[in-house]
């Protein structure tokens, strides 16, 4: 087979960041297929590489997490712009696998559809529009109207649709009837983020030794709602414990402002990290921190840091609800904190600074988890099946 994935965002282990759309291009690798993806880079012209044996198409596109709406806007339109011109690139394929977000992202495939005969698989990994409608980013009447018809409409010509969540899954079906919608969540790479005793030399670095260590890593965007992080951090003070807080995005200024006025001597802030960083921080941590706005459409993704963390056999904490929150009060790996109230923290986080075996017995909870459901070798092959099963179809 020939597949193009589609992802503004791609991203592989030597770059630091998500690479969920890495993992599905090595899959197919693996496999034997040919894989090519395009990509939007800050360059200033086009390039291409092989990593890994995938052949990855960057073309240049200013994005980052900073950008307001506006500009995020303009960076979309212009990655789906630049897709559209280099049919070179693809009227070969078999398959095109497009990951959102953005929405935007359907457009391209809409396009190659249409022009060249090939079908589209569609991956969800937010609900779009309404996740920057609730956020108060689309407040346009006309536009929220001609966002919900394209969303319709890219998932109508879809030759399937892929869900990252259950509450995603319920999300579209609710809206399309007549599409299959399979659930493929982000992956545990239980291979690399291990379960380890934490190191004398990385708690030295991080300064975490005697600390019951709380981390936060990931982007640091408006949606991420980090001033909660904060409170938690401040209210957390007559305790041993150190927040640790790695990433970068648009708040992150802010945030060190307010940190720095508020006297959060348990807080410290960590540069934007790779794999092998991210992995030092999981070792010296005790839990990990996935904080969002309490905005009800945020409840419904697949944050990758959530998967990451079960991987590593750590203590979840978490400030929303929805299926995750769910799924960690079933397994008994980790705990819910109002995201109103900070204090709440505290009451449920000094449980497991006291009693070291209540803590170990959640943790290895959150990697029986990741083991069981989220292996990044079994949702690989599901994901390859998949493909395989649609190129047949679409060929028949």
Request: proline residues 5%; positive net charge; charged residues 25%.
């Amino acid at each position: 087979m020939k597949v193009l994935i589609l992802h503004q965002h791609f991203k592989s282990p030597y770059h630091g960041g998500a690479i969920r759309s890495y993992y599905l291009a090595k899959a197919l690798v693996d496999k034997g297929h040919s894989v090519k993806v395009i990509t939007g880079a800050n360059i200033n012209k086009y390039q291409s590489e092989h990593i890994d044996g995938i052949e990855v198409h960057f073309l240049p596109v200013l994005y980052e997490n900073r950008f307001k709406f506006i500009r995020r806007t303009y960076s979309f339109l212009t990655f789906v712009a630049g897709i559209i011109r280099r049919p070179l690139l693809y009227k070969d394929v078999d398959m095109v696998y497009t990951i959102s977000v953005p929405l935007t992202i359907g457009i391209a495939s809409m396009w190659i559809k249409k022009i060249y005969k090939i079908p589209y698989v569609f991956e969800v990994g937010d609900l779009w529009p309404e996740a920057p409608i609730e956020l108060g980013f689309v407040r346009n009447y006309i536009l929220k109207k001609i966002l919900f018809a394209l969303e319709k409409t890219i998932y109508t010509k879809s030759a399937c649709i892929v869900a990252l969540s259950p509450a995603i899954k319920d999300g579209i079906e609710k809206r399309i009837r007549s599409k299959k919608i399979h659930l493929i969540p982000n992956m545990s790479d239980t291979c690399f983020y291990k379960p380890s005793n934490k190191l004398a030399e990385l708690e030295k670095k991080y300064d975490v030794k005697n600390k019951f260590v709380v981390s936060y890593i990931g982007a640091i965007g408006l949606a991420n709602g980090l001033d909660y992080f904060l409170q938690c951090a401040k209210v957390s003070q007559p305790l041993p414990l150190k927040f640790l807080l790695c990433g970068d995005g648009a708040m992150l200024e802010e945030l060190r402002a307010s940190a720095k006025r508020m006297k959060l001597e348990n807080l410290a802030f960590i540069p934007f990290q790779n794999r092998d960083g991210v992995n030092e921080i999981m070792n010296v941590s005790d839990a990990v921190f996935i904080c969002y706005k309490p905005v009800p459409i945020l409840e419904t993704g697949s944050p990758n840091k959530y998967f990451d963390g079960l991987s590593a056999g750590k203590l979840i904490v978490l400030n929303f609800g929805g299926w995750i929150k769910e799924e960690v009060e079933k397994n008994k790996c980790g705990i819910y904190v109002d995201p109103h109230q900070p204090l709440t923290f505290l009451k449920e986080i000094e449980p497991f600074v006291a009693n070291q075996d209540r803590l170990k017995a959640y943790q290895l909870s959150s990697r029986s988890l990741a083991e069981r459901f989220y292996s990044r070798k079994a949702l690989s092959e599901k994901f390859v099946s998949l493909i395989e099963r649609e190129v047949i179809c679409s060929q028949a």
